[in-house]
């Protein structure tokens, strides 16, 4: 699905997202859900990861390699921010508490998230830089992908259980 909204709009939204570090689909799903329980807003921030983990797959295979990167960056961001909130029951407001926060899921969940994450970011700059090759977007997807798809299955099965 998709909407156009007038340029000067977008402008607007693409430069106070650049200013808190955010893609767009993250800080319109802050705006969303400014006032939601952390556990609903984990669970939405995982439907929107998921969603931007096979958007940045049919990225790849239009060879769009900018989306590719800023997508999967994106869904890597709103895993974490999910797993916080799930957690925690609190919201990530920063890069800085990102980065943070990635040592503590590397911590529970192993060193490999360390490996997911240091591509993710790599993607991320990317993003502005202009510099990754698609050979750089295939090499980060299936380590990502480990992440949103763990994290989701932590989320799923404590949902179960809490319910």
Request: proline share 2%; charged share 35%.
């Amino acid at each position: 699905m998709s909407y156009v909204i007038p340029r000067r709009l977008y402008e607007i939204i693409r430069r106070e997202a650049d200013k808190q570090d955010l893609t767009i689909e993250e800080f319109i799903l802050e705006l969303a859900l400014s006032d939601d329980d952390p556990h609903k807003r984990a669970i939405e921030y995982m439907k929107v990861a998921e969603e931007l983990l096979e958007q940045a797959e049919k990225e790849i295979e239009k060879r769009d390699i900018l989306q590719a990167a800023e997508k999967l960056w994106g869904a890597t961001a709103l895993a974490i921010k999910a797993y916080v909130a799930w957690k925690e029951r609190r919201v990530i407001r920063s890069h800085r508490e990102l980065w943070e926060n990635k040592n503590t899921l590397k911590r529970e969940l192993g060193e490999w998230v360390q490996d997911a994450w240091m591509h993710a970011h790599g993607l991320h700059t990317c993003f502005y830089e202009n510099w990754c090759t698609e050979e750089d977007i295939r090499e980060a997807l299936p380590r990502i992908k480990k992440l949103i798809e763990h994290i989701s299955t932590i989320l799923r099965n404590n949902s179960r259980h809490s319910s």
